[in-house]
Structures are given as structure tokens and as C-alpha cells.
């Protein structure tokens, strides 16, 4: 079974910044992507960044030139730097990995979501 534990989320001003952490434990052959979705109250799960295993990366319109997606394989994470937030941004964000795991000799892949974790931006 395969685990993702967020960390890094709170409550920060407009203008502020923080950095989210995903880490993926369990038994892992291999990450494909890895990336971050958010949703607000009343609103469906957006893909806010994603980052491919290896370093291609993808944003939201509404979150490019403010935030940042990286990656660490050889820990199974994956992070987000989060700048000049505002209050717009506030949401619950859940971290996704898709997993792949070689079985009978084809290559399957799975989707793991984290718990999420509260970001919070007053105006």
C-alpha cells in the first residue's frame, strides 16, 4: 500500500508565502507524475501544478509566475513553493502521485491522493 503525508499548510496574509510537502511512502516501484489539485468550498477539484518524473512541468493559469513545483526522487516528494498568494487561493490542496507497478509482465499505474491540507489567505 502506498501512502502520501502533506505537510506545510496554514493560514498566511495576501502577499505571503508557503511551501506545501508531499511525501510518498509504502511500496513504490516507481513515480510517474506527481502534482497538486485544490479545492474551494463549493467548487470542484482543480489541477493547480504537475511535474513529471522527469522535471516537465504544468500549471494552472490563474497560479503561474507565483508558484512552484519541484520534485526529489530519490525521497518520493514532491513540493510546492507558493508565492504572492491571495485570498483566492484559499482551499483545501490534496498532493496526487501516480504510482507504477510492473505485474505479469505489463506495467500498471495507479492514482494515490493525500489527505489534503488547509491553505488559508486573508485579505
Known amino acids: 500500500q502506498v501512502q502520501l503525508v502533506e505537510s506545510g499548510g496554514g493560514l498566511v496574509q495576501a502577499g505571503g508565502s508557503l511551501r506545501l510537502s508531499c511525501a510518498a511512502s509504502?511500496?513504490?516501484?516507481?513515480?510517474?507524475?506527481m502534482g497538486w489539485y485544490r479545492q474551494a468550498t463549493g467548487k470542484q477539484r482543480e489541477l493547480v501544478a504537475a511535474?513529471?518524473?522527469?522535471?516537465?512541468?504544468n500549471y494552472a493559469d490563474s497560479v503561474k509566475g507565483r508558484f512552484t513545483i519541484s520534485r526529489d526522487n530519490a525521497k518520493n516528494t514532491v513540493y510546492l513553493q507558493m508565492n504572492s498568494l491571495k485570498p483566492e487561493d484559499t482551499a483545501v490542496y490534496y498532493c496526487?502521485?501516480?504510482?507504477?507497478?510492473?505485474?505479469?509482465?505489463?506495467?500498471?499505474?495507479?492514482?494515490?491522493w493525500g489527505q489534503g491540507t488547509q491553505v488559508t489567505v486573508s485579505s
Open positions: 511535474i513529471s518524473s522527469g522535471g516537465s512541468t
Open positions: 496526487h502521485a501516480r504510482i507504477e507497478d510492473p505485474r505479469f509482465g505489463r506495467l500498471y499505474e495507479y492514482d494515490y
Open positions: 509504502g511500496s513504490i516501484f516507481s513515480i510517474n507524475a
